[in-house]
């Protein structure tokens, strides 16, 4: 367990849980929050023992999005507090090589939708949505969620959503590909827990070629994603992961993954 005073962290079975924990205010993102954010991906990307993180709230909702009552605190814009205070999380999960589940419970609103949509994949509660609040208080969605909506939408339904204040309900997450999964919330942890674990057992080389590749695609042509898929592939059969699995299959044994 970390020393964190905002953010439950702990590591188990090579799968680190980064939990949000200002339960009382609905896991809202103030800026000693997001410090502690920072210091926790970081933790995720330097630990060799971690292969897979979940990202989840304690309480009864993931998070209702930042303190407005912080404002720009310490900062002479927001340009300034994103730089400094979001854009180090987001882009440290986005360019991570380890996998990053969302589990939500409850809400996830404003910014902490965003940091739902950044994940690689997504599990909901029965009971949790998305809820872009910005335009019912004079804003507009940030944290990138305009470039994450208009991927997982389509343009119409991205804007709708963006300037309507809309939410998606857990189905229609699930319906829309914005979720993998949906769980009956009191088991939501287990689940994510028991689905980390399972990746985490899989072929780490692989996952973080798969993921680099997927993450840069959407900038790139099909004929250069096809060269990028060479490259990654050619790394990975000369690993030592790649050449014991192989053996594996045709022995018909288990594969246990080194990451080398």
């Known amino acids: ?29 103030h800026q000693a929050m997001r410090l502690e954010f920072i210091d926790a991906v970081k933790l995720v990307e330097q630990d060799d023992d971690v292969r897979v993180a979940i990202l989840t709230g304690e309480g009864r909702s993931f998070s209702a999005g930042a303190n407005l009552k912080e404002g720009t605190k310490g ?7 994103c730089a400094a205070e979001y854009t180090p999380w987001l882009m440290g999960i986005h360019d991570s090589s380890k996998l990053y589940i969302a589990a939500v419970n409850g809400v996830a609103a404003g910014i902490g939708s965003a940091a739902v949509m950044n994940c690689d994949l997504v599990m909901m509660a029965d009971d949790a949505y998305l809820y872009q609040a910005f335009s019912a208080i004079g804003l507009m ?36 590909g914005v979720a993998n999964k949906v769980v009956p919330a009191a088991e939501l942890r287990e689940k994510a827990q028991a689905w980390a674990e399972h990746l985490a057992a899989g072929a780490p080389l692989a996952q973080t070629a798969v993921k680099r590749v997927m993450r840069r695609s ?5 004929a250069e ?9 050619t790394a990975l059969g000369q690993s030592e992961d790649a ?17 080398r």
């Open 141 to 176: 969605p940030d944290g990138g969620a305009t470039w994450l909506l208009l991927q997982k939408l389509g343009y119409q339904r991205a804007l709708e959503m963006a300037v309507d204040a809309g939410r998606l309900t857990a189905d229609e997450c699930l319906q829309l």
């Open 75 to 81: 900062h002479d814009s927001f340009v300034s507090q």
């Open 243 to 259: 050449a014991n699995a192989i053996q594996a299959f045709f022995a018909k044994t288990k594969t246990v993954f080194k990451g």
């Open 218 to 222: 959407f900038e790139m042509s099909y």
């Open 1 to 29: 367990m970390s020393e964190f005073k905002f953010i439950n962290y702990s590591v188990t079975n090579r799968v680190a849980t980064i939990a949000l924990n200002t339960p009382d205010s609905l896991n809202a993102f």
């Open 225 to 233: 994603v096809i060269d990028a898929e060479a490259v990654e592939q």
